[in-house]
């Protein structure tokens, strides 16, 4: 049954794919979905969804961690994996891109495998080169890359037909040209669109960097299983093998793990991935184990789960006399692994430590820090003020009856309650701090009170009746309750 | 063993009620490293200490406070955050950790304040939850993780089987947990011990009659373990971190000298 997707176009729908039946009747992408018809009238077709695409695209991406930690999307139609190192575990180059193309067919997908020293030229070996012919030997790209076509380079389209129009249709071709005159006529746009540029990074003359490319993790362990695993106990035994791996190499390597990263790779080709990060270095395998605690029921098992990778995704180096650092007998004074679990399970940032700010302003002058550090001691300050024990975020506004202009308050009505002062202690004028750009607001003036129930309140009023000016009288708010 | 008469044998008795107490784990149990026995946390303050077991609170155990009305929530934290100021001149771990959930009619927890009461605020890990649920999780496993000095935790309310959890993880981990509920103190709970405060009017502030002085509360122990119900006045003294009996018959109320300058009263609203 010949199938093709379609692309709004400029004049109606345009074929964006087809499928292999629908290419041997002489459809291509690019034509008319009205000429197409003509020519095939049982074309079937659907509206091609690139976001939807996409999304699936990045799901084979880490599905394809199975075979390297380092797996990223490349172009709308490409998944880019950087083996070094990890081609021995499969016997060998030819035999991984074997693998990789069985498995990816055997989850409904047709790929085609390139392998070379540069993303460039696998790219170009996995779109143009010829069957049983794709694999570049290390240190032999030149020669792999010669005969493919020119826009095998990743260059512009009208770059590729100049090529061609003088007569330059292959790679060897235009490699073999004087570079000063390659240089000198395609020097538009971009430069690393340009030829020259593009045909040293596919051969290796110069750095081709992949942004998409995620850097490898510190450290990693993987297991794969001979039978997928659906229920949770072989996952979290699983998990347990895992965390033993990670841990023994990351003390081999002196490390301690502060972000972690569980990956699950499904038969049916889906993946799924669980995140947490630490408070501090560590590889207590007990303590990493209790992070995952309720993730892992989290995830979707499908048809079984057949790999699962465990990544340390940043680490530090961590000595050896600190590890065990979790739950002892009384007197281990490190709340680390505490604050790990608690934020795995409420949300990251949700525990704190409050640092000192030097800023007059009340609301200023702490602050909400990250947890893993020592505290920062807070400051003396003689002669001050009390402060109070609770902080209302928003000052509530209250009704006060004061001695004019300047007099504390007398009675006050807050949260529809009448409460009679007294004693009260102030004012403390603060002023906005003009350097913040906060010299728009007005000052205030402090009182600690009491109320005759020995009650205590921290009001302020904004602003002075001497020079209200057109703003009104004052505002008394409530910014604060002591103990 | 021989039966033992009171009135005789004074040092027998109190060699029996501390097996009792090592019996129910209540207190002065022998540290499982081997240690010292873990005292009993003193308030310092002969008229509440003579109504506890063993002259003191007990370290592992969960302690609950609510303030008499619903004003007086501020007042008991700020006991709660008091006898923390206390603990921790004898604990050589630093952090404790509060929890709170997110919304609490009494605003949040200020660093600056929580000096002024004699708190170090750089020792304080700070946990802020949704429910009162994620509260009690985050407090167990603070408590069972035996590397804090304390836990603090504020809740609208708990049911009887989380305060049992609470109780337990604290007296397994000896670490002593601090419970603050706003809605009053419900009917049943496993806290080993229960106080009701109340803010009471203070003295005046020693250099000025008008100005609040040291903050007093009216504490009610109403229940606890091996102790008998008990009543006081006190007043907390940030510098030296001492509860003291507050002399409300001292000194009179303040008499409000605004009123006998009839001065001109403006009314602002808010």
């Known amino acids: 049954m010949p199938f093709a997707l379609t692309a709004p176009g400029r004049h109606g729908a345009v074929l964006a794919a087809v499928n292999r039946q629908a290419e041997a009747e002489g459809l291509a992408p690019g034509m008319r979905l009205a000429d197409a018809r003509a020519l095939l009238p049982r074309l079937a077709a659907a509206e091609a969804r690139p976001a939807e695409d996409r999304r699936g695209l990045e799901r084979l991406a880490l599905w394809c961690n199975r075979f390297t930690p380092c797996c990223a999307v490349d172009g709308a139609d490409g998944l880019l994996l950087d083996i070094a190192g990890a081609d021995h575990l499969f016997g060998g180059e030819a035999a991984m891109a074997a693998e990789v193309e069985a498995r990816i067919a055997g989850l409904g997908f047709e790929a085609r495998t390139g392998l070379a020293d540069t993303p460039g030229a696998a790219w170009a070996l996995a779109r143009f080169g010829r069957e049983g012919n794709r694999i570049a030997a290390p240190g032999d790209t030149a020669a792999a890359l010669g005969p493919l076509p020119v826009e095998a380079l990743r260059i512009a389209p009208e770059d590729a037909r100049l090529l061609r129009r003088l007569g330059l249709a292959t790679i060897g071709a235009v490699d073999a040209l004087p570079r000063p005159s390659l240089a000198r006529r395609f020097n538009c746009g971009e430069w690393s669109d340009t030829v020259l540029e593009r045909l040293d990074r596919a051969l290796g003359r110069r750095p081709d960097p992949v942004a998409s490319l995620p850097p490898p993790p510190a450290c990693l362990a993987r297991l794969a299983f001979p039978e997928p695993l659906i ?16 841990s023994a190499s990351l003390e081999r390597d002196g490390l301690g793990a502060r972000e972690l990263a569980l990956l699950f790779c499904r038969v049916d080709g889906g993946a799924a991935e669980r995140g947490v990060s630490t408070a501090r270095a560590t590889r207590d395998g007990a303590h990493l184990r209790r992070l995952f605690e309720g993730k892992i029921e989290t995830v979707d098992p499908g048809f079984g789960i057949d790999a699962m990778a465990l990544h340390a995704v940043r680490a530090e180096p961590l000595a050896h006399e600190q590890f065990r650092l979790a739950e002892g007998g009384r007197g281990s004074n490190e709340p680390g692994p505490l604050i790990d679990r608690l934020q795995a399970r409420l949300g990251e940032g949700s525990v704190s430590r409050l640092a000192p700010v030097a800023s007059h302003l009340p609301e200023r002058a702490e602050r909400w820090a990250a947890p893993g550090r020592e505290g920062e001691a807070w400051p003396v300050r003689p002669g001050l003020p009390q402060r109070p024990f609770r902080l209302f975020d928003r000052p509530e506004p209250v009704e006060v009856i004061a001695e004019l202009p300047d007099g504390p ?37 402090y009182y600690r009170v009491e ?12 602003g002075l009746y001497r020079n209200a000016g057109g703003k009104g009288p004052p505002r008394w708010y409530i910014h604060g309750l002591y103990g | 063993m021989l039966p033992l008469c009171p009135r005789k ?75 923390l100021a206390r603990l921790r001149r004898r604990d050589e771990r630093l952090a404790v950790l509060v929890c709170q959930s997110r919304t609490s009619p009494f605003g949040r927890l200020y660093g600056p304040g929580w000096r002024d009461l004699g708190f170090e605020p750089a020792d304080l890990l700070l946990l802020s939850a949704r429910r009162d649920r994620d509260v009690a999780w985050a407090m167990e496993e603070g408590l069972r993780s035996a590397s804090l000095a304390a836990v603090l935790g504020e809740v609208e309310s ?64 109403l229940r606890c373990r091996g102790g008998r119900p008990a009543t006081c006045d006190v007043e907390w003294n940030r510098e030296t971190a001492d509860f003291g009996m507050a002399a409300a018959l001292a000194d009179p109320p303040a008499a409000p000298r605004a009123a006998a300058r009839r001065p001109a009263l403006a009314h602002a609203a808010g």
């Open chain 2, 158 to 221: 708990l049911d009887f089987t989380l305060s049992r959890r609470l109780a337990l993880a604290a007296r397994e981990s000896l670490t002593p947990a601090l419970l603050l509920r706003r809605d009053g103190l419900g009917p049943a709970s496993a806290a080993f011990s229960r106080w009701r405060v109340a803010a009471a009017a203070g003295r005046a502030a020693p250099f000025d009659d008008a100005a609040p002085g040291l903050p007093c509360w009216h504490l009610e122990l």
């Open chain 2, 9 to 83: 044998d004074p040092a027998g008795l109190a060699a029996l009620r501390r097996r009792i107490a090592l019996l129910e784990r209540r207190t002065a149990v022998a540290d499982p490293a081997g240690g010292g026995a873990v005292e009993a946390w003193r308030l310092g303050l002969d008229a509440l200490d003579a109504a506890l077991p063993e002259g003191g609170l007990a370290p592992g155990g969960l302690h609950e406070a609510a303030g008499a009305a619903s004003g007086d929530g501020p007042a008991a934290g700020a006991f709660l955050a008091a006898l």
């Open chain 1, 451 to 462: 109320d005759v129930e020995g009650r205590r309140y921290w009001l302020y009023r904004a």
């Open chain 1, 409 to 445: 308050p007398a009675l006050f009505t807050w949260r529809r309650l009448r409460r009679r002062i007294a004693r009260a202690e102030g004012p403390e004028r603060i002023e906005p701090e003009w350097w913040t750009g906060g010299s728009g607001s007005d000052p205030r003036d």
């Open chain 1, 231 to 246: 229920d949770l106990a072989g996952l979290e035994a699983a998990l347990a093998r895992l965390v033993e791996d990670l």
